[in-house]
């Protein structure tokens, strides 16, 4: 069974309303607009009931089939990040500062593209409850979902995410058993030192300086205290310090992300950092307060709900075009906190438009529309499977 054949029909209507998102984006927690329009197209679709309010923005689309079968979660996230387009296209960002650089925008239309199409059909038993997350990007809207009562007011067996690959060729799904994705800590070190005429270094205690053999020094956490299978990272991604020329502040202010997937690799990448930073630090006569905040655990799927995914995969894309994701991937996924908490899988669907199509994060990059109806029909699949029709 290829693309279901009635949302193939409705391709233009997922396309509009994928372009549609993409030229309003708004950011996490603020997707006001982008969540009115959900409840508006699945009110049209005449799902059962559409709730509001989980994560401010979040919504909940529930779709009773026939009989008494079980639940399902089928979820989508729906904001923007924080860069400005770079696109060009017609439909391209009209708000300065925000743009749908991740796909976001097409994983939201292609679950109100299943949405549709169950309504209309209702080929299945039990319940399917379609789950548009705000905030995914680091502000974890799903641990803020699951915190206003998701997985109690709406009680699912297993829960299933999905996100486009754009280096991956178009129509092929790509799934893993087990670590899928990083878990995360955002890294946050205060330096310390003494502020000083910058003619004069040997009146202060320059954190500047102090700052610049830490990052060096960071580096050789994961090359020289990871076991060389084991997998991590540690980058600092910003460094404030100082405002003149001639000027050797008193204090500098370092961020950084570090990932991993085994809970004794983030102990070390976090003993080492607090290690290193303080060291260094006194070293020079200054001192270094270190955060290690752990923000996201790892994506971790469930295998028997693997099998059942991969299934509908084969059933839309033919076995040839179901892989296994051989590398992990040091990404991070606040679906990881729905994992936690319910049974389930995550998977990637391939969306590439050629061998050098921009990645997520880049401010040219644009979900490839040719996907739409097989993510679509991907969600339905796996409805209908798994929460098949009893014969009448």
Known sequence: MPVINRIA?????VTAWRRDLHAHPELA???VRTSAMVQERLREFGVDEVVTGLARTGVVGVIRGHGTGGAIGLRADMDALPMTEETGLPYASKTSGKMHACGHDGHTAMLLGAAKYLAETRRFDGTVYVIFQPAEENLNGGKVMIDDGLFERFPMSQVFGMHNKP?????????????M???VANVEIDITGKGAH????DRGIDPILVASQIVTALQSIVSR????TEAGVVTIGQIIGGQAYNIIPQTVHMKGTARWFEASVGDKLEHGIRRIATGIAASFDATAEVVFDRVIPPVVNNADSNVAARHAMASVSGEARVQHLDRLTLGAEDFAFMLEAKQGSYCMLGSARTPDDFMPHHPKYDFNDEVLSIGASYWATLAEQLLPRAEP
């Open 198 to 201: 910058g003619a004069h270094p």
């Open 9 to 13: 029909d409705f391709q233009q209507d």
């Open 167 to 179: 280096d991956g060729a178009p129509g092929t799904f790509y799934w893993r058993d087990g670590p």
């Open 225 to 228: 205290r990871l076991d060389p």
């Open 29 to 31: 927690l603020e997707e």
């Open 181 to 183: 994705m990083a878990a």
